[in-house]
């Protein structure tokens, strides 16, 4: 009886440690993953962390777990680099493994599973539309073409606030305004249109489906359905309505702007002449068959999103500063009345005469960086990043911010002083829109300072410069009246 259960016994061992030998040999072999806090199982550190993993909770547990470590996010990894040597590995050395971009089930809608340039993976498809795209976006040519525009509409925003008698009283909501101004400044590039005013009835659609875009797409709402698969069917309503504003915006992108285009574009005579905007080349691209016509449709949706909003955030919380800073503002004043003369209009090819001019705006971008922990990178296979295993398809946040304001590299990096300089992301998928936005933001921000003083409203000694993030965007919380008196020359 007794070597009978000792017989049983041991088969049982047996079987149990084959089964566990299959099981690991299945699982693979054991990874040495980054450090960070202890998983549970199905939410993984979900419940612990939480869903606002910002630029400045994220620094938080880097001091905890280090420059390198992993969260589990249900059943996504999440890998956060917070030194700048691991970020030189991440975007430079290792540039072509941590090169993709991850997309959770919101942005597969908008951006058709990466269809677009901006959320595609690294590889052929990104390749081609990063290179259609430089030449009528991109280049110097692109400033040159464009900038007189940009000035025209920057003395818009300065006629329109002079003429609204609020302005020098109690004060009005800048940012309504310069948002028309950014839509006019990238529309010219695209379409060689513009809308006539705040009220535009094209405008007013095109505006509010972009705003629901990004809401839609920045919020943490969704979060668990897209770590945690099996809760994904309660995410249908949600989801829904993401495809709803996509298909609309995209109808109302190819109806009005593209469409309108390759009419305007037939009805003339071909030839490298005829061309004019971006979009004629990004249609020439469609027409020798290197893209398709929803590529084309995604490059216009990309820009809508990567171009006007960073941007337009940018400005916003330039003014703000300045408003804030009144000693800045003036210095600022200074230098323009001083190197162009008092009341001669900021143009672009003055820009590089003005260092301090230039300094404010880089100082803006460094304390209130409109994408702070870049666009998450991805890795598509296994990697290795600093002798650890990272999974294939983990999400990487890059946490430039801290970069950018660690006191141990910067001196005092929450006062806003305009010595410092700040980069748009480093390596392959760098934004190659700084070429534009530089000018515009120099050309915006100057304008205002010259032809007004920029003041907080009556009451109120400062502006509220609340942060509100999202899934990696970083903008002012309250659009802020400012109170602009017109200066006379
Ligand atoms: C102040 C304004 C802007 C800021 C702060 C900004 C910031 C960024 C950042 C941080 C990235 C991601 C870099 C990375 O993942 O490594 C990015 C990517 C990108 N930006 Fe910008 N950007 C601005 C303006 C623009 C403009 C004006 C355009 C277009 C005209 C633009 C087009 C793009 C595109 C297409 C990408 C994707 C690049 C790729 O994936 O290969 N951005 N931007």
Known sequence: MDLLLLEKSLIAVFAAVV?????????????????GPIPIPIFGNWLQVGDDLNHRNLVDYAKKFGDLF???????????????????????????????????????????????????????????????????????????????????????????????????????????????????????????????????????????LNGERSRLAQSFEYNYGDFIPI???FLRGYLRICQDVKDRRLALLKKYFVDERKQI???????????????????????????????????????????????????????????????????LRNEIDTVLGPGVQITEPELHKLPYLQAVIKETLRLRMAIPLLVPHMNLNDAKLAGYDIPAESKILVNAWWLANNPESWKKPEEFRPERYVPFGVGRRSCPGIILALPILGITIGRLVQNFELLPPPGQSKVDTSEKGGQF?????????????PRSF
């Not at 299959?22 to 990874?31: A, D, E, F, H, N």
């Not at 999440?78 to 997309?103: A, C, D, I, M, Y």
């Not at 960073?310 to 003014?319: F, K, R, Y």
Request: proline share 4%; glycine share 6%.
């Open 19 to 35: 089964l566990a030998t299959v099981i690991s040999k299945l699982r693979g072999k054991k990874l040495k993953l980054p450090p």
């Open 70 to 208: 992993l969260l589990r996010m249900g059943q996504r990894n999440l890998v956060v680099v917070s030194s700048p040597n691991l970020t030189k590995e991440v975007l430079h050395t290792q540039g072509v493994e941590f090169g993709s971009r991850t997309r959770n089930v919101v942005f597969d809608i908008f951006t058709g599973k990466g269809q677009d340039m901006v959320f595609t993976v690294y590889g052929e498809h990104w390749r081609k539309m990063r290179r259609i795209m430089t030449v009528p976006f991109f280049t110097n040519k692109v400033v040159q073409r464009n900038r007189e525009g940009w000035e025209f509409e920057a003395a818009s925003v300065v006629e329109d606030v002079k003429k609204n008698p609020d302005s020098a009283t109690k004060g009005i909501v800048l940012r309504k305004r310069l948002q028309l101004m950014m839509y006019n400044n990238m529309f010219r590039i695209m379409f060689d249109r513009r809308f006539e005013s705040e009220d535009d009835p094209l405008f007013l659609r095109l505006k509010a």
């Open 231 to 233: 809760l994904r069917p």
């Open 265 to 331: 574009a037939s009805s003339k005579p071909t030839g490298g002449e005829g061309l004019k905007c971006a979009i004629d080349h990004i249609i020439e691209a469609q027409q020798k068959g290197e893209i398709n016509e929803d590529n084309v449709l995604y490059i216009v949706e990309n820009i809508n999103v990567a171009a006007i909003e960073t941007t337009l955030w940018s400005i916003e919380w330039g003014i703000a500063e300045l408003v804030n800073h009144p000693e800045i503002q003036s210095k």
């Open 473 to 485: 965007s970083l903008h002012i919380l309250n659009h802020s009246t400012i109170v602009m008196k």
